[in-house]
């Protein structure tokens, strides 16, 4: 019966999983931005304009723990401003997308996606996080690179 169980739970988990990545900016060679109090140094704006936004252009921050996703996140995010200077405000609200993965031990990655606000701005929007693919990481349209002050 247990074996039952899991072949039918594999083949479930399987099954909804597409055997070829629509993910388009996975860069093997990327290497993550140079960081400095608490946040990436980000030197490159995106030249995709769905870049974050779309889940085949997810922000493809390095094969890193579920641990440290959170933190890689904010890192990324604290590197960045509105389109005024604005700070930006973010919460995880879901993961999706299922996608084949070689980084991953079940073999299988998903996006993770997060709400994104300008303070000041409610309008909202959706940014798509990967964890499990390397990627050059840029700044999207919309946004600004933070200034480094000293």
């Given at each position: 019966m247990k074996t039952y169980i899991s072949i039918l739970t594999l083949f479930v988990f399987s099954s909804c999983i597409s055997t070829k990545s629509t993910i388009k900016n996975i860069d093997t060679t990327a290497v993550k931005p140079f960081f400095s109090n608490g946040m990436f140094l980000i030197t490159t704006y995106a030249k995709e304009s769905k870049y974050g936004i779309d889940p085949d252009y997810p922000v493809n921050v390095g094969i890193i723990s579920p641990n440290y996703e959170d933190t890689t996140v904010g890192y990324y995010f604290n590197g960045l401003t509105g389109p005024n200077g604005e700070a930006?405000?973010?919460?995880?609200?879901?993961?999706?997308?299922?996608?084949?993965?070689?980084?991953s031990q079940m073999g299988a990655g998903m996006l993770s996606v997060y709400e994104v606000y300008f303070k000041g701005n409610d309008?909202?929007?959706?940014?798509y996080f990967n964890a499990y693919e390397k990627g050059e990481m840029s700044c999207p349209k919309g946004f600004k690179i933070k200034k480094i002050t000293n």
């Amino acid at each position: 019966m247990k074996t039952y169980i899991s072949i039918l739970t594999l083949f479930v988990f399987s099954s909804c999983i597409s055997t070829k990545s629509t993910i388009k900016n996975i860069d093997t060679t990327a290497v993550k931005p140079f960081f400095s109090n608490g946040m990436f140094l980000i030197t490159t704006y995106a030249k995709e304009s769905k870049y974050g936004i779309d889940p085949d252009y997810p922000v493809n921050v390095g094969i890193i723990s579920p641990n440290y996703e959170d933190t890689t996140v904010g890192y990324y995010f604290n590197g960045l401003t509105g389109p005024n200077g604005e700070a930006i405000v973010y919460n995880k609200i879901e993961t999706c997308c299922p996608f084949p993965s070689k980084n991953s031990q079940m073999g299988a990655g998903m996006l993770s996606v997060y709400e994104v606000y300008f303070k000041g701005n409610d309008q909202k929007m959706k940014f798509y996080f990967n964890a499990y693919e390397k990627g050059e990481m840029s700044c999207p349209k919309g946004f600004k690179i933070k200034k480094i002050t000293n």
